[in-house]
């Protein structure tokens, strides 16, 4: 994990002492505060502390037990010659995935027992907290999205000028199209944009996990709850946006509460007997059909229909072949950046690009580059440092006549519509409205394709 020079020049700012540590144990960043504290115990001769283990350094530290456990330890209060101090540890989330651990040390002078000084350091724990949500939160803009495609830019246009709203997204597409890199684009472009981008995946928790993430729970809640309770996604995030990505899959008891926090703007948490205000921006995304998922009674309709105010349909890549050579610029450019070397992509290998079909979308893509990309030392990608099975297609695609391949795009694109608005006579006329084409063209295509 890494830290910007904002948030580095924030922390040191702080009379708090700082310290994060990465999953290993090692110190990632101290700022001042922390350095002097270090300096005053283990002398001047300390030198640069990044880089090392924590342990090796004060063999006390309890910073790895949260590593180890992936829960924070509150309320540590300390004596070391002439300070006191409080320590408050936390373990450092990002995507769901455990990166690291957070120490807010704040030394406390004869007052260090008063309620008021506890409060005082809760309060900046939070600050902190927050700064390193912001920190790994929203990084991605609008300039970030690739729209060349009239389709895309009229997607992103809408996204766009949804964002500036405080309204409910839904974000509809296949996996790896980008739903999160939208979610944090409509936030840096939202009046919500100083506040915590909290983003989960509502698949990797069971109901009652989820459950507890989402809405915190009070101490006491369940065997096991930790003592003073634990803050939800929904308060943690507050003055910001929570991105809640594969809604589909959330238990449909749950949706319930979710309904509920989203038309009240209230939260109980698990256990809890009093309901808390909360200010947040909800940014839903899925890859299954909801509609289907409402008819087998999976999914909530009046959930759905709350969601569904403002539905953002990206469209997969196999529909944009237009945007593949700009998309392609734009990720080899970031390896450029992670590799130290040029890349660029030869004439043969942007056709290539674009006659694969893409399932796994522009993670595929991405995916597909990096490979070719380590395995090009020159920096010059051609068609033949792609993997076969991606030749392979483009080889199938190239004894193809132009008219061929026009007609066999023409059929992915009617069959994909026919698919979304059904192939009843109504789905056929509203097929043909959005294609800009009579009934009896369309009927013409279909037949077409068969010949």
């Known amino acids: 994990m890494e830290l910007n020079a904002a948030a580095r020049a924030t ?34 001769s300390l030198g640069p502390v990044e880089g090392k283990r924590l342990r090796d350094l004060r063999p006390g530290a309890r910073l790895p037990d949260v590593i180890k456990a992936g829960k924070p330890i509150l309320h540590i209060t300390r004596q070391e010659i002439e300070d006191f101090y409080f320590v408050n540890l936390y373990p450092i989330y990002q995507d769901g995935v455990l990166v690291g651990g957070l120490s807010v040390v704040t030394f406390l002078e004869e007052a ?56 409910t997204v839904l974000l509809e597409s296949e996996s790896g199209t980008g739903k999160e890199l939208y979610a944090q684009a409509i936030h840096n472009a939202s009046p919500r944009r100083d506040g915590v981008f909290v983003a989960i995946n509502c698949s990797n928790f069971n109901a009652n996990m989820l459950e507890s993430e989402l809405f915190g729970y009070v101490e006491g809640a369940f ?8 803050m939800g996604l929904f308060e943690a995030a507050a003055g910001g946006t929570l991105f809640l990505d594969e809604i589909s899959e959330m238990d449909i008891g749950l949706q319930a509460k979710l309904l509920r926090a989203l038309q009240e703007h209230t939260i109980r948490p698990v256990g809890g007997l009093k309901e808390v205000e909360v200010d947040v921006r909800v940014i839903a995304a899925c890859n299954a059909d909801l509609p289907t998922y409402v008819a087998a009674g999976k999914f909530r309709k009046d959930l759905y229909y709350r969601l569904n105010t403002f539905p953002i349909h990206i469209p997969p890549l196999r529909e944009r072949p237009g945007d593949i050579p700009a998309l392609a610029q734009a990720i080899l450019e970031d390896f450029s950046h992670k590799l130290r070397r ?18 796994g979308n522009v993670r595929e893509l991405r995916n597909v580059l990096e490979f070719s990309a380590y395995l090009t030392p020159s920096g010059v990608i051609t068609s033949e440092s792609f ?26 694109v009617i069959l994909d519509l026919l698919e979304c608005n059904g192939p009843s006579l109504e789905g056929k ?23």
């Not at 724990?125 to 009229?154: C, M």
């Open 112 to 167: 260090y027992h008063t309620r008021e000084e506890l409060e005082a350091v809760e309060a900046r724990s939070r600050q902190v907290l927050h700064s390193i949500n912001k920190a790994n939160g929203a990084r991605y803009t609008f300039d970030d999205i690739v729209a060349v495609t009239p389709a895309v830019a009229r997607v992103k246009d809408l996204a766009r000028r949804i964002a500036v709203t405080d309204a």
């Open 387 to 412: 993997p076969m099975d991606l030749r392979r297609g483009a080889a199938a695609q190239s004894t193809l006549t132009l008219a061929q391949r026009t007609k066999a795009f023409e059929k992915q």
């Open 11 to 44: 922390f040191d700012a702080m009379r708090e002492g700082i310290t994060i540590i990465d999953t290993e144990g090692r110190l990632v960043f101290c700022n001042q505060a922390y350095l002097d504290f270090l300096r005053k115990e283990l002398g001047d």
């Open 342 to 359: 040029p890349f660029r992509l030869t004439d043969d290998a942007v056709v290539c690009l674009q006659a694969h079909d893409w399932p």
């Open 223 to 230: 065997t096991g709850a930790k003592r003073g309770g634990k």
């Open 429 to 451: 006329k509203k097929t043909a409205r959005e294609l800009g084409i009579s009934l009896a063209t369309l009927y013409n295509k279909l037949s077409s394709q068969d010949n």
